[in-house]
């Protein structure tokens, strides 16, 4: 589903966020991304859905070469890819349901399909019901589930989601990633940006370890390793 090729990333004027970059991660596959503040787990994520381009070698995402995308094949890639940001950026302006209408609203979905996506994708995290609602009245754990909702609308092969439960304690945490489980276990491919070390090794999900912008595949590393 997603494959990395020798990428390096060095942004105008900065030191190099990433360098030689290889993996694949293997379609319904359910992995981590650890590393420490600034080790490259933001980067590498926006390489996958084209916010950020490498600097060296190719990114592949369900077997395309993404540095082979025309503009207008972007709207294309950015719905085969859902994503989940920590603060999960909803608008406090809209509803529930407008804020994970918003993409279908882009890609021109017709009212009616819309809705019944939008319903789906709330079904799908436990808040179906909660459509009028405004997110502002929702707890931290529900507005995180919202976030996933409007990442999982389009049915994406690939959901990627970048420290989704940092704002969250131990028991939502376990919550948010179960959800996350259960989107695996319906064939997506889905990898997580997450400073959770307790709760990932509880897990027990492949790790993609990054220190300074060099991958680790594998295993936790033992005391006075990386996280030592
Ligand atoms: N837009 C940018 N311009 C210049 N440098 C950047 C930019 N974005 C990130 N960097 C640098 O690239 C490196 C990797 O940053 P990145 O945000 O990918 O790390 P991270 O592992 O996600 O960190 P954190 O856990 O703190 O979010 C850092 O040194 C950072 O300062």
Known sequence: ???????GKRYPGGKEALSGINFELARGEFAFLTGHSGAGKSTLLKLMMLMERPSRGQVFVDGQNLGRLRPGQIPY????????????QLLFD????DNVALPLQIAGYTPAEAGRRVRAALDSVGLLGMEKRNPIELSGGEQQRVGIARAVVNKPALLLADEPTGNLDPELSAEIMNLFLRFQQVGVTVLIASHDIALIERMGHRRLILDHG???????PAAGGIYG
């Open 1 to 7: 589903m997603v494959q990395f090729d020798r990428v």
């Open 77 to 88: 890639l950015r719905r085969k890819v859902g994503v989940v940001f920590q603060n999960h």
């Open 94 to 97: 809209r509803s529930v349901y």
């Open 214 to 220: 060099h991958l680790h595949d594998g295993q936790v």
